[in-house]
Every structure is written in C-alpha cells, then in structure tokens.
C-alpha cells in the first residue's frame, strides 16, 4: 500500500491511499473460503458449492469488508510509525476519492483528512507565582466542631417540662362537636410560628395546649401531614385543636468523655479531652488543606490556560468530526458549545504535555484509592466516621464500575499529580487567611 501526505497547512493534512491487489486479494480469498465451507446453499453439499457461485454472491461484499480493515489498519500505521499528532479521528474525502467500482479496478485510491494538534507550549516556571492558601483553624472552629460531635452521638431522653426544642408526643382533638380525634401524633415547637410556639414551652404531661395548626405551620404538606387530610379538606378546616401530652423527649448531647472520643477518633485513640481537641483541629485543618488543594488546582489550570488561549486549532475540520463522530449533533449547537469545547481540548493537549513533562502516571491502584477517598467522604457525610476498609474497597469498586466515573477519577487524578508537580517549578508563595477570606476568593 502506498500512502503519501499532503500538508495543507499547519494545522491540516490529508493522507492518500493507494490499496492494491496484492493488499486484499489474500484476505478476501481467505474470506471466501471460510465462506464456502459454511455456506447452506441448496442443490449442493456443505463445502462443495463452487466457488464460483460464491464468489458471485458474496465477492463485492468480502472485498469491501477486507478493504475497510486494510484502510484502517494502513491509516492508523502510518499515524503511528510517523507519530503523527492528530485531532479527533481521519475523515473520508469525499470530493477528491475517485468512484470506486468494484467490477473493473483492482487498484483504489482513498484520501483522508487529517487534523494535526498544535504546537505550543504550556510548561510554568519559577516566572509563574502562585499562592498557596493556609487557611486558619480558630478556637471557635473547634469548639464547635466538639459541639457538634457532642450533639451526633448525644441520647434522647425523656423530660418534665417541655423546651423549644423538644419532641412532644399526644393525642390531637379538633375543638369542634364531632372534631377529629389524631392520636400518638408528634409536635416539635422549634419548627412553629413564634405565637403558637410559645403556648407549648413549658408544658407537661398531661397538660392539654390549645392551638391553631394553621397559625403554627405554613407549610401545606406539613399541615395535610400533620391532621390527615386532603388539601381540599384543610382548605375548610378552620377550627383549633387541643394536643394533650403524652410524653416529652430531649435530646441531650453527649459528655465530653472517653466514649465520646472512641465514637469520634476509634477506642484508644485518644488521651484525654486536650488530646481530643487537638484532633478535632487536625482534622479541620486537613480539610482546610483540601480546600487549600482545590484553589491551587484552579490557579494552576488558569495560569496553563492563560499560555493556551492565543493556540490555534483547525476549527473546521473539528466541527465536522464532531458531527460525523455524533449523528444527532446539529451545527447550531456546535456553534453554541464551541468555546467550552474548545477550551475542554486545550486543557486535555496542555494536560498531556505536563504530564509528560513530569513523567506522569496513573496507575491501577491511584485510581482505587481515590475512589475509596471518595467513599470515605460520603460516608462522612451520614457522620461515619469510622469504616472498614473492606466497606470503602467495595464501594469503589461499584463506583469504577461506571465507565464515566471511572474515566472522572482518572482524570481528576492525573491533575492532582499535575499539580503536586508543578509547586516544585513554580514560585510559591504561602499566604495565611481567614475561613471567611478564603472563600470570598470563589465568589
């Protein structure tokens, strides 16, 4: 096969092919023969139909399979032997490739249009300054956060008196002759109007409270909810009620003690209540670090991209792989993506330059581990704190399942290597700052 480069221009080029017998006619007969021993074809005994009448029937449409492999394998060859740096995927010139006419030619020509990446170059160094937030921890911040901790693996218990805050169970009966009767229903007075909320503060059980529901809730799927009726019957109901306690419950948040820090940080892990405290601020300032970690990626992406945007790509040809790669794509709405897309392609050339630049790779367990960061997060999130690591493997190997979020992780991976590298070229610079300030820096 013969396969010779046109460039166009800098950025475009096309690849012509000239396929000849000796390219197809071994594969297509070696086709025909498979086809011959299997063919089903009546009058005739398996493998004694001639060939002939296979070649009749079947010829054109070997040929034209075993061309498509002998194209595609001859195309992506010569991509590669010449390390051509291509956009997208080779797209049929229609225009210049002869008609082809499989009857009379046994030498086809095909012509291919090709895009070539850019040249550029998006490496930072020590003339790039950037920042590296150190977000403070306040004592506020920890005390807090012991509260909080206090309250998650605090107990609910019963109380005297009612509190704002409590969750009072009775009975609920509409004050009219014939009123509904509601009962083991639950109240809880933090969640009512002001007025209606402070009837109940201070109540017993056994007290009986009379309110009106409407005036304590606004809300009206709570209050359908609440006295079992449809939204056409609350709509009617103007009457109060009286609620008669049955029993109170407080939640009571926990001691600050050796239990509580088993729950939080695991059994022994904890000396004593400083020891604890000094955890706590460990512990926030590592997310803070987290944080700290993803404005560094951002500034990072911003200064690579800043070196990107006068890069020219062959936006033509682009468009049209993108419609031909996606059927339902219009041309409107290329157009109206075309800068993020643009922008998306910038990043991913500049990412691949850095990354071999620095020598980067994603292996098989980086990517593991990340997804298990990602498990331990949303566990986090239901306050577990404390999971087996054979719950956190399975649920990212559930998660890499996924082929798109397995290819998030590779790629959000790979960045985060990107820019552990690039504070070792650039100058960096650490500056302290408020929680508050830091996150003015997203607004």
Not at 108 to 113: C, N, S
Not at 177 to 200: H, R
């Amino acid at each position: 096969m013969q396969i010779t480069k046109t460039d166009i221009d800098q950025l475009n080029a096309k690849l012509t092919l000239v396929v000849e017998p000796a390219d197809y006619e071994e594969k297509v007969a070696k086709e025909l023969r498979n086809i011959r021993q299997k063919a089903q074809i009546p009058g005739f005994r398996p493998g004694k139909v001639p060939a002939s009448l296979i070649q009749k029937q079947y010829g054109k449409a070997v040929l034209a399979e075993e061309m498509n492999k002998v194209i595609g394998e001859g195309l992506y060859g010569y991509i590669h032997e010449n390390k051509l740096n291509i956009l997208g995927e080779p797209l049929s010139n229609d225009e210049e490739t002869p008609e082809l006419d499989f009857d009379n030619q046994t030498s086809f020509t095909f012509v291919f249009d090709i895009a070539l990446a850019p040249e550029f170059n998006c490496k930072l160094n020590g003339n790039n300054k950037l920042t590296w937030y150190d977000v403070e921890v306040t004592d506020e911040m920890v005390e807090n956060q012991v509260k909080g901790y206090a309250e998650r693996f605090g107990e609910y218990v019963e109380a005297e008196a009612a509190e704002e805050g409590d969750m009072l169970r009775g009975n609920l009966v509409e004050q009219k002759e014939g009123g509904k009767t509601i009962e083991n229903q639950v109240l809880t007075p933090a969640y009512m109007a002001a007025d209606e909320k402070a009837k109940f503060v201070g109540a017993k059980v056994g007290d009986a409270i009379v309110f009106d529901p409407k005036k304590a809730y606004t809300n009206e799927a709570e209050l359908t909810s609440l006295l079992k009726v449809t939204k056409e019957e609350l709509a009617e109901m103007n009457t109060e009620f009286a609620f008669t306690v049955t029993t109170i419950t407080r939640h009571k948040a926990a001691e600050i003690n050796e239990k509580l820090f088993a729950n939080v940080y695991g059994e022994g892990n904890v000396k004593d209540e400083a020891d604890f405290r000094e955890k706590v601020k460990a512990e926030i300032k590592t997310n803070f670090d987290k944080d700290a970690e993803y404005k560094f990626g951002l500034d990072c992406k911003a200064a690579v991209m800043k070196k990107m945007e006068k890069v020219e790509f062959p936006e033509a040809f682009l468009k049209r792989w993108l419609m031909t790669a996606n059927k339902e794509l219009t041309a409107e709405e290329v157009e109206k993506d075309w800068e993020k897309t643009i922008d998306q392609l910038r990043w991913q050339l500049a990412k691949e330059q850095l990354a071999e630049q620095f020598g980067i790779k994603v292996e098989a367990d980086d990517v593991k581990a990340y997804a298990k960061e990602i498990a331990k997060m949303q566990y986090l999130q239901y306050g577990l704190s404390q999971i087996e690591d054979q719950y956190l493997e399975r649920f990212a190997e559930e998660m890499l399942k996924n082929e798109n979020q397995a290819r998030g992780i590779y790629e959000r991976v790979q960045e985060n290597k990107i820019y552990e590298a690039l504070k070792g070229v650039v100058k960096l610079e650490t500056k302290a700052i408020s929680h508050d300030d830091f996150g003015k820096l997203f607004a």
